[in-house]
């Protein structure tokens, strides 16, 4: 299956919008990389061995050669692309997330015949909602260690990497996303409390 | 936070964490001194940074690859809520 040259065109317009600075242009690109990586996910998650590692930089990757149309300097290459990817990971695992959640508001029934994977996706359904949303109130405070987390938990990006492409040193990656943690651990486990 | 107290709280979160466990107290004792609430408050984040060791360390996405394809919903949904479909 080969992405049409229209969708890697389009595609491959929107990250240039948007490492231009259009914000919008992030939500149009929404269902245009959803399906891929959807597929791709899928694609992975029935190729691997049980207690074989996904790795998601991989998947991100492989959506990339599929999705931008990469003969054309219109934008700056992979690492802004897997940037995006990583925001747009983050939108699709929250809003699964909370289909989930409401799915469970929703029926007394359901909740009945869930098995015991289920079960684990609620558990994890709960904890990325609150991850998300603890998240949103450290951007708020501090943009930067907010990204830092995003580009690394949903994007699946190394600290070198993160810092190749916030044009920042790895120390101060490291530094930032120490700090990040600390405090998101805090949020969630005062949550709890 | 005001932006000048949380640029102080990172600062002084990061040289304590690189301070030795037993130069902590005194660092703290110091550099805190004559404010009780930033003590507290980086002293609540050490405690957190302590805990949190592999907390996010794994992307999420290959934590809950389920969550990233909703298979597991998918499969519930189709049986259980007809009318409810979830691409």
Redesign the interface.
């Known amino acids: 299956m080969t992405t049409p040259s229209s969708t890697r065109q389009e595609v491959t317009q929107l990250l240039g919008d948007w490492s231009g600075g259009d914000d919008g242009a992030l939500e149009k690109l929404v269902p245009l990389v959803q399906p891929e990586l959807h597929r791709l996910a899928h694609h992975y998650m029935s190729r691997e061995r049980p207690g074989h590692t996904l790795q998601t930089t991989a998947i991100l990757n492989e959506a990339y050669l599929r999705l931008v149309d990469d003969t054309k300097p219109v934008w700056q290459g992979r690492s802004h692309f897997i940037a995006a990817a990583a925001q747009l990971m983050r939108r699709i695992m929250v809003d699964h997330a909370r289909e989930r959640q409401s799915l469970k508001r929703g029926g007394g029934a359901l909740k009945v015949t869930l098995d015991e994977a289920a079960l684990v996706t609620e558990t994890r359904s709960g904890e990325l909602l609150a991850l998300d949303e603890a998240l949103e109130s450290l951007a708020a405070q501090d943009p930067r260690k907010s990204q830092i987390v995003e580009l690394r938990y949903f994007g699946g990006l190394s600290v070198k990497e993160t810092a190749e492409f916030l044009k920042l040193s790895q120390r101060t990656v490291e530094r930032e996303w120490t700090m990040a943690k600390a405090w998101l651990y805090r949020e969630l486990s005062e949550e709890e409390s | 936070?005001k932006p000048e107290r949380?640029k102080q709280v990172?600062d002084l979160?990061?040289s304590a964490?690189e301070c030795a466990p037993e130069e902590r107290a005194a660092f703290l004792d110091e550099s805190c001194y004559g404010d009780e609430g930033m003590r507290r408050e980086v002293e609540?984040?050490?405690?957190?940074?302590q805990?949190?060791e592999n907390?996010?360390e794994a992307?999420?996405?290959?934590?809950?690859?389920?969550?990233?394809?909703?298979?597991?919903?998918d499969a519930?949904?189709g049986?259980?809520?007809g009318h409810?479909r979830?691409e």
């Open positions: 936070m949380w990172s979160f990061q964490i609540s984040l050490l405690t957190s940074h805990r949190a907390f996010i992307p999420a996405f290959e934590v809950a690859p389920e969550l990233a394809t909703n298979d597991s919903a519930l949904v049986k259980l809520l409810y979830i």
